[in-house]
């Protein structure tokens, strides 16, 4: 009987499995309906993110290639313009380079017809220079004898003067000579350190 109600006894406890019964950490299957819950949660999200991102994606090549396509149109412009430049510039030299040959053929013309007269020119002002510094000289050394004669009479005059004055000097008596003396240092003095 004992094997018997063992096995009546395992049923029962089999049995209360099958149900729901609460436990304290929950059961397997709340446990496992939970983590497939969110595993369903995270498979949307992540389908939601892919698709996110698959649109930028889309996005950003569409973007990249209206771009592309931008830029293609505005280097084809540029380069136009840049040939349109180069060739009105080509035009613009070679004008420049023509009126140049010409007038250097002008200029070669006229250096030969006016070599001759502008070396008769260049003569004559030579010579002309030549007689005016002459005409200089002569009056810079007439002036220049003048003044050296005038300068020569005046010191002259001052050694007449300073000699007659000496002579009157030594023609007084002694205390009177010295009295002279000190005047005139005196006189010196006041000049040299005014107050």
């Given at each position: 009987m004992s094997i018997l109600?063992?096995?009546?006894?395992?049923?029962r406890l089999e049995s209360y499995a099958d149900t729901n019964l609460p436990r304290l950490l929950g059961s397997r299957s709340t446990r496992t309906k939970r983590c497939e819950q969110r595993a369903d949660k995270a498979r949307q999200q992540n389908e939601q993110k892919k698709e996110v991102v698959?649109?930028?994606?889309?996005?950003?090549?569409?973007?990249?290639?209206?771009?592309?396509n931008d830029l293609a149109q505005q280097l084809?412009?540029?380069?136009?313009?840049?040939?349109?430049?180069?060739?009105n510039r080509k035009e613009r030299a070679a004008q420049h380079y023509e009126k140049v040959m010409k007038k250097?053929?002008?200029?070669?013309?006229?250096?030969?017809?006016?070599?001759?007269?502008?070396?008769?020119r260049l003569n004559d002002a030579l010579?002309?220079?030549?007689?005016?510094?002459?005409?200089?000289?002569?009056?810079?050394?007439?002036?220049?004898?003048?003044?050296?004669?005038?300068?020569?009479?005046?010191?002259?005059?001052?050694?007449?003067?300073?000699?007659?004055?000496?002579?009157?000097?030594?023609?007084?008596?002694?205390?009177?000579?010295?009295?002279?003396l000190s005047l005139r240092l005196y006189e010196h003095h006041m000049m040299a350190c005014p107050k």
């Open positions: 109600q063992k096995t009546a006894a395992r049923r698959e649109k930028l994606r889309v996005d950003l090549a569409q973007n990249a290639d209206a771009k592309r084809e412009k540029a380069q136009g313009l840049r040939e349109g430049a180069l060739s250097k053929g002008d200029a070669q013309q006229q250096v030969l017809m006016t070599a001759a007269e502008a070396k008769q010579a002309q220079k030549e007689t005016l510094r002459e005409q200089t000289l002569k009056e810079i050394t007439n002036r220049a004898t003048k003044y050296n004669e005038k300068v020569a009479l005046k010191v002259q005059e001052q050694h007449q003067v300073m000699e007659s004055k000496r002579q009157q000097s030594k023609e007084l008596p002694a205390d009177e000579r010295l009295m002279n």
